[in-house]
């Protein structure tokens, strides 16, 4: 019985925290991935919090290098992604549940309006 509840409860938590945890996972195997970079070439910086005009906005990765300044938003998602960049929503479809996400190339944009 009391593993019946325990499954219950699990359920329950990884339901409504599930892409919580997902994304955290996410964003933290891009984050080991990144911290191989030659350090002498590649200045990488995670998770950043930005606020300016009393909105918030976070920003996963940064690399910073002679090549060029990269901002990586990380996904965690599986199945097919489709969309394009002037999209406003993409659409995850995975068997036949189909779920809106917001554009990351427009979450990037959007931030750089800040």
Known sequence: MGLL????????????YGPTIKGYFGEK????????????????????????????????????????????ETKNYNGWILGNEYDDYWTQVIYKRKEKLFNPIKQITDISKL
């Open 29 to 72: 195997s891009v984050s080991f991935f990144l911290s191989r970079l030659d350090p002498g070439k590649y200045k990488v910086i995670n998770n950043i919090m930005l606020k300016i005009d009393g909105r918030t906005s976070q920003i996963d990765h940064v690399v910073v290098s002679n090549y060029g300044i990269f901002v990586i």
């Open 5 to 16: 509840i325990f499954s219950i409860i699990l359920a329950i938590i990884l339901r409504i």
